[in-house]
Nanobody, 123 residues
Framework: QVQLVESGGGLVQAGGSLRLSCAASGSIFNVKTMGWYRQAPGKQRELVAT???????NYADSVKGRFTISRDNAQNTVSLQMNSLKPEDTAVYYC?????????????????WGQGTQVTVSS
């Protein structure tokens, strides 16, 4: 059974830091892009940061210079270091990963979402 398990959310004051972690488990192959998205109340889910298997990263403009994504390809984990947090960073943060599954005779692409972890930044 494939799972993305997140950890590290919580409550922090503005200017503080949090680190989110996500681990992919199960019979997965060829993990491609891993990343983080967030959804604030009343808003659509938006990209925060992604990293491809070759190390290319992409950040939302709103988090550039404050957040850093990193992954361990051997462990199929991805982390998000969040510094200088602002109240507008408050949201549920979701881990996302793209990889291949094996049907028994061929590989096929799939993507999965974690269950989400709450990040709340107080002013």
């Amino acid at each position: 059974q494939v799972q993305l398990v997140e950890s590290g959310g919580g409550l922090v004051q503005a200017g503080g830091s949090l680190r989110l972690s996500c681990a992919a488990s199960g019979s997965i192959f060829n993990v491609k892009t891993m990343g983080w998205y967030r959804q604030a109340p009343g808003k659509q889910r938006e990209l925060v940061a992604t990293e491809t298997s070759d190390g290319s990263t992409n950040y939302a403009d709103s988090v550039k210079g404050r957040f850093t994504i990193s992954r361990d390809n051997a462990q199929n984990t991805v982390s998000l270091q969040m510094n200088s947090l602002k109240p507008e960073d408050t949201a549920v943060y979701y881990c996302h990963a793209e990889f291949d599954l094996y049907s028994g005779s061929y590989y096929y692409p799939e993507d999965f979402w974690g269950q989400g972890t709450q990040v709340t930044v107080s002013s």
